[in-house]
């Protein structure tokens, strides 16, 4: 069974860093495309990044040179480090896998706020 989880958000002001988590199960994470996608209150689905089998990476061009996606294949897991965080990357951050770009999972929340 396919499973991904997510953790690592939280409370940050204005500038500050989080790094967000999602560890899977059920598949070899690093052999296909895993996204990162958000959702504010009260808007639609966001595509935020992608890495591909390959490595090669993906952004949005809101968090472009402010988040970094990354994975590590020894613990099948997916991560996004949010540096330079703004109050309008608020939002649940879901990971993804796949073309599928709609949540599956529970997500983790990140608030930027002063």
């Known amino acids: 069974e396919v499973q991904l989880v997510e953790s690592g958000g939280g409370l940050v002001q204005p500038g500050g860093s989080l790094r967000l988590s999602c560890a899977a199960s059920?598949?070899?994470?690093?052999?296909?495309?895993m996204n990162w996608v958000r959702q504010a209150p009260g808007k639609g689905i966001e595509w935020v990044s992608t890495i591909n089998d390959r490595g090669e990476t993906g952004y949005a061009v809101s968090v472009k040179g402010r988040f970094t996606i990354s994975r590590d294949n020894a613990k099948n897991t997916l991560y996004l480090q949010l540096n330079s965080l703004k109050t309008e990357d608020t939002a649940m951050y879901y990971c993804?896998?796949?073309?599928?770009?709609?949540?599956r999972s529970q997500g983790t929340q990140v608030t930027v706020s002063s």
């Open positions: 993804t896998k796949g073309g599928d770009y709609i949540p």
């Open positions: 059920g598949f070899t994470l690093s052999t296909t495309v």
